[in-house]
C-alpha cells in the first residue's frame, strides 16, 4: 500500500539564505528516493538510513532539500521505506528548510523509477526525480532552465569519470604479436548522477501498474518511444556516498568547503 502523509515538525538549523523564494523558478516540485536500504554501507546503515548518514553535523539528505529549495522547489515527495520513521522524524514537514515535505511510504522496493506510478496524480507536469545519497554542487536551476528550454522529455545529470589503470597495458594480436603498450593509461567516461528532471505524461505509460522498474530501464523505454532524452553536464563536485570509502571521502570533501555544499552556485 502507498501512503501519503504530513507529520509533525521539529526544528532544524536557521536557513535565511535558501527561505527566500528564488524568482522565476521554473521546476517547483521534486521527488527524493530515500527508501534503500543501503547494503553497501553496513554495517553503518544497519540501524541508520542512509539518507540521514552526516557530513559534519548535517545530514546528506538536508544537503540535497537545501540545493533543491535553493533552485526553486517548493515541494518534495519522499519515497521512504527502510527505517523511514527516522527521516519523517527527522524532517518533519520540512517547513524549517522552507518546503513541504510529503513522504510515500513504500512496502517493498520499487526501484528508482517504480515508485513514480503511485504518485502520479501528485506530480506537476515536470519535476525532478533525484537518489537520496548524493553529494553535490550541481547548479540544479540551469539543468531545469537548459529542460525547459529544450523541451525535453526526460534530462539526465551526467558527470565525467576518470579511471587510471596503475598497470602497463597490453594489446597483442590473433598471433599473439605486440600490438600495443600502453603505460598507466587513463580512460574517462560519464557516469549518471542520480539527478534527473522528467515530464509527468511522457513517463505515464511506462510507470503504471508496475511492480519493479529502476532509471536506466524506464529511460530506455523513453528513448526508444521517441522520446526527448537529453543528458545535462555540469562542471560541479558529485559524490555516491554508497560505500564505505566514498563515504568517508564525502566527509572529508565537505569538512574542506562546507560553503560549496551548504549554499547553491
Given at each position: 500500500?502507498?501512503?501519503?502523509?504530513?507529520?509533525?515538525?521539529?526544528?532544524?538549523?536557521?536557513?535565511?539564505?535558501?527561505?527566500?523564494?528564488?524568482?522565476?523558478?521554473?521546476?517547483?516540485?521534486?521527488?527524493?528516493?530515500?527508501?534503500?536500504?543501503?547494503?553497501?554501507?553496513?554495517?553503518?546503515?544497519?540501524?541508520?538510513?542512509?539518507?540521514?548518514?552526516?557530513?559534519?553535523?548535517?545530514?546528506?539528505?538536508?544537503?540535497?532539500?537545501?540545493?533543491?529549495?535553493?533552485?526553486?522547489?517548493?515541494?518534495?515527495?519522499?519515497?521512504?521505506?527502510?527505517?523511514?520513521?527516522?527521516?519523517?522524524?527527522?524532517?518533519?514537514?520540512?517547513?524549517?528548510?522552507?518546503?513541504?515535505?510529503?513522504?510515500?511510504?513504500?512496502?517493498?522496493?520499487?526501484?528508482?523509477?517504480?515508485?513514480?506510478?503511485?504518485?502520479?496524480?501528485?506530480?506537476?507536469?515536470?519535476?525532478?526525480?533525484?537518489?537520496?545519497?548524493?553529494?553535490?554542487?550541481?547548479?540544479?536551476?540551469?539543468?531545469?532552465?537548459?529542460?525547459?528550454?529544450e523541451r525535453a522529455d526526460a534530462s539526465i545529470g551526467i558527470f565525467e569519470r576518470e579511471n587510471k589503470i596503475d598497470f602497463g597495458l597490453i594489446e597483442f594480436d590473433a598471433r599473439d604479436r605486440l600490438s600495443a603498450y600502453r603505460e598507466k593509461p587513463t580512460s574517462k567516461y560519464y557516469v549518471s548522477m542520480g539527478v534527473y528532471i522528467l515530464r509527468r505524461e511522457a513517463v505515464r505509460a511506462h510507470v503504471e501498474n508496475v511492480d519493479y522498474l529502476d532509471m536506466p530501464t524506464l529511460l530506455l523505454k523513453m528513448q526508444a518511444a521517441d522520446g526527448s532524452v537529453l543528458c545535462f553536464r555540469d562542471d560541479c563536485v558529485w559524490l555516491d556516498i554508497g560505500r564505505p570509502d566514498d563515504f568517508a571521502l564525502a566527509q572529508k570533501m565537505y569538512e574542506e568547503n562546507r560553503d560549496a555544499f551548504l549554499v547553491a552556485p
Amino acid at each position: 500500500m502507498n501512503e501519503l502523509s504530513w507529520p509533525g515538525t521539529r526544528p532544524l538549523a536557521d536557513l535565511p539564505d535558501l527561505v527566500r523564494e528564488p524568482p522565476q523558478a521554473l521546476v517547483r516540485q521534486a521527488v527524493i528516493m530515500a527508501g534503500g536500504k543501503g547494503t553497501r554501507l553496513h554495517p553503518y546503515s544497519a540501524s541508520f538510513p542512509k539518507p540521514l548518514m552526516p557530513l559534519g553535523e548535517t545530514p546528506v539528505l538536508e544537503l540535497l532539500l537545501r540545493r533543491l529549495k535553493a533552485a526553486g522547489v517548493q515541494e518534495v515527495i519522499l519515497a521512504v521505506n527502510h527505517l523511514r520513521h527516522l527521516i519523517q522524524a527527522y524532517f518533519g514537514d520540512g517547513s524549517e528548510l522552507g518546503l513541504r515535505l510529503i513522504y510515500s511510504a513504500e512496502d517493498k522496493p520499487l526501484g528508482t523509477a517504480g515508485a513514480l506510478g503511485n504518485i502520479l496524480d501528485r506530480l506537476d507536469e515536470t519535476f525532478f526525480l533525484t537518489n537520496g545519497d548524493l553529494l553535490t554542487t550541481m547548479n540544479l536551476a540551469r539543468m531545469a532552465r537548459t529542460h525547459v528550454a529544450e523541451r525535453a522529455d526526460a534530462s539526465i545529470g551526467i558527470f565525467e569519470r576518470e579511471n587510471k589503470i596503475d598497470f602497463g597495458l597490453i594489446e597483442f594480436d590473433a598471433r599473439d604479436r605486440l600490438s600495443a603498450y600502453r603505460e598507466k593509461p587513463t580512460s574517462k567516461y560519464y557516469v549518471s548522477m542520480g539527478v534527473y528532471i522528467l515530464r509527468r505524461e511522457a513517463v505515464r505509460a511506462h510507470v503504471e501498474n508496475v511492480d519493479y522498474l529502476d532509471m536506466p530501464t524506464l529511460l530506455l523505454k523513453m528513448q526508444a518511444a521517441d522520446g526527448s532524452v537529453l543528458c545535462f553536464r555540469d562542471d560541479c563536485v558529485w559524490l555516491d556516498i554508497g560505500r564505505p570509502d566514498d563515504f568517508a571521502l564525502a566527509q572529508k570533501m565537505y569538512e574542506e568547503n562546507r560553503d560549496a555544499f551548504l549554499v547553491a552556485p
